[in-house]
């Protein structure tokens, strides 16, 4: 594997005037990407190959044999939120800033149980997925009760926060499983559902994303622009979310080759592009026959999604109730921290209005 440095340094493209103009218009964020998560996984792998978890998390069983080694956000903006306040990163802090991406690798194996959405775990049994989830949920407390050289009082933080998650994420799922369904798609009037959906992407999608703020106060307990880091993570964990169930609509996403097509649209889950065609007069029942019939017709869904302009929808929502302040919590933040970290954290932030499914459905 190959070697890295013993800090993370950011850096900076000097062929553009300023360093805040390059973060999303060439390779130095996807430079940054690989590299922050190559120093992530090579932590995680270190932890599992010391004994410290049983053979059902081995590396090559289960959701983490397919994360292992790609990219990952939660670990950038795990290290990004460390640089927020910190030059440089000690190589004692690298599974604590992993420890995003081991939680949601708990939640995902979770997911794969309740969903059956992804192929290529189907021949286990929901019994692995769900002692696995457990069991990488408490990887995550018994790494942080092993951190013996940071303060009792982030100690205890740290682990009331990912408490805190933990417990959410699991009352996402309980509206994910019985009130965002199909059945329920014409009893909800559009702010019951809005309240519903946007309640759901909060408990879910952003608690997966939120213990990256963890990362930034490990040496600064006291961080000045720690609650406006929070609500600007929380806005990057619900807007995540609402992409995600866009790009429900894509045959393949990359990355993630063996997701099932169409797993929200076969799991029947009311999400916000299904429920806006409902209120068009689709039959989602009928959608999810002629795709379940039509396996050779993968444009079907991205058709009907850009025929009623479904992104441009998502993305009122997204600007007008989930991005809602957050220029001012940038701002707050800019003039605090790091400036070379803030624009990679600004960049992600802003990322949903340029996300792939979104310049594939406004140009289809």
Same mark, same amino acid.
């Given at each position: 594997?190959?070697?890295?440095?013993?800090?993370?340094?950011?850096?900076?493209?000097?062929?553009?005037?300023?360093?805040?103009?390059?973060?999303?218009?060439?390779?130095? &964020?996807?430079?940054?990407?690989?590299?922050?998560?190559?120093?992530?996984?090579?932590?995680?792998?270190? &932890?599992?190959?010391?004994?410290?978890?049983?053979?059902?998390?081995?590396?090559?069983?289960?959701?983490?044999?397919?994360?292992?080694?790609?990219?990952?956000?939660?670990?950038?903006?795990?290290?990004?939120?460390?640089?927020?306040?910190?030059?440089?990163?000690?190589?004692?802090?690298?599974?604590?800033?992993?420890?995003?991406?081991?939680?949601?690798?708990g939640t995902y194996e979770a997911n794969v149980a309740l969903d059956k959405k992804d192929y290529s775990l189907a021949h286990e049994s929901d019994q692995a997925n769900l002692i696995r989830s457990h069991l990488w949920h408490g990887m995550v407390f018994d790494i942080i009760s092993k951190s013996s050289f940071l303060p009792e009082r982030t100690l205890m933080q740290m682990i009331?926060?990912?408490?805190?998650?933990?417990?959410?994420?699991?009352?996402?799922?309980?509206?994910?499983?019985?009130?965002?369904?199909?059945?329920?798609?014409?009893?909800?009037?559009?702010?019951?559902?809005?309240?519903? &959906?946007?309640?759901?992407?909060?408990?879910?999608?952003?608690?997966?994303?939120?213990?990256?703020?963890?990362?930034?106060?490990?040496?600064?307990?006291?961080?000045?622009?720690?609650?406006?880091?929070?609500?600007?993570?929380?806005?990057?964990?619900?807007?995540?979310?609402?992409?995600?169930?866009?790009?429900?609509?894509?045959?393949?996403?990359?990355?993630?080759?063996?997701?099932?097509?169409?797993?929200?649209?076969?799991?029947?889950?009311?999400?916000?592009?299904?429920? &806006?065609?409902?209120?068009?007069?689709?039959?989602?029942?009928?959608?999810?026959?002629?795709?379940?019939?039509?396996?050779?017709?993968?444009?079907?869904?991205?058709?009907?999604?850009?025929?009623?302009?479904?992104?441009?929808?998502?993305?009122?929502?997204?600007?007008?109730?989930?991005?809602?302040?957050?220029?001012?919590?940038?701002?707050?933040?800019?003039?605090?921290?790091?400036?070379?970290?803030?624009?990679?954290?600004?960049?992600?932030?802003?990322?949903?209005?340029?996300?792939?499914?979104?310049?594939?459905?406004?140009?289809?």
């Amino acid at each position: 594997m190959e070697n890295l440095p013993n800090n993370d340094i950011i850096v900076t493209d000097h062929n553009k005037p300023s360093s805040q103009e390059f973060v999303f218009r060439s390779s130095a &964020y996807f430079q940054h990407l690989r590299q922050y998560s190559k120093r992530g996984w090579i932590s995680i792998l270190q &932890y599992i190959s010391g004994g410290n978890c049983p053979k059902i998390c081995s590396n090559d069983s289960g959701v983490f044999a397919k994360r292992a080694n790609r990219p990952s956000l939660r670990i950038f903006l795990s290290r990004t939120c460390f640089l927020l306040a910190n030059h440089r990163i000690s190589k004692k802090y690298d599974l604590l800033l992993s420890l995003p991406e081991i939680f949601n690798i708990g939640t995902y194996e979770a997911n794969v149980a309740l969903d059956k959405k992804d192929y290529s775990l189907a021949h286990e049994s929901d019994q692995a997925n769900l002692i696995r989830s457990h069991l990488w949920h408490g990887m995550v407390f018994d790494i942080i009760s092993k951190s013996s050289f940071l303060p009792e009082r982030t100690l205890m933080q740290m682990i009331d926060y990912y408490g805190t998650c933990y417990q959410n994420v699991y009352q996402g799922q309980d509206l994910d499983a019985f009130d965002l369904i199909f059945s329920k798609a014409d009893t909800l009037s559009e702010p019951s559902f809005h309240e519903i &959906y946007l309640r759901r992407c909060n408990l879910i999608g952003a608690s997966t994303i939120k213990p990256c703020l963890l990362s930034a106060i490990l040496q600064t307990p006291d961080l000045p622009f720690a609650p406006s880091l929070e609500q600007v993570l929380h806005k990057i964990g619900v807007a995540g979310q609402m992409i995600n169930d866009l790009s429900d609509c894509l045959i393949r996403i990359p990355l993630v080759k063996h997701k099932i097509n169409f797993a929200d649209l076969r799991n029947r889950k009311l999400t916000l592009p299904y429920f &806006y065609l409902s209120r068009l007069g689709y039959d989602l029942e009928a959608i999810l026959k002629q795709t379940s019939e039509q396996d050779s017709a993968p444009d079907l869904i991205v058709k009907i999604f850009a025929k009623e302009k479904l992104h441009e929808v998502v993305l009122d929502l997204i600007k007008n109730q989930v991005h809602k302040g957050l220029e001012d919590d940038l701002e707050h933040i800019r003039a605090l921290c790091h400036p070379q970290a803030f624009e990679l954290l600004k960049g992600v932030a802003t990322m949903p209005y340029n996300s792939k499914i979104v310049r594939i459905l406004g140009t289809t």
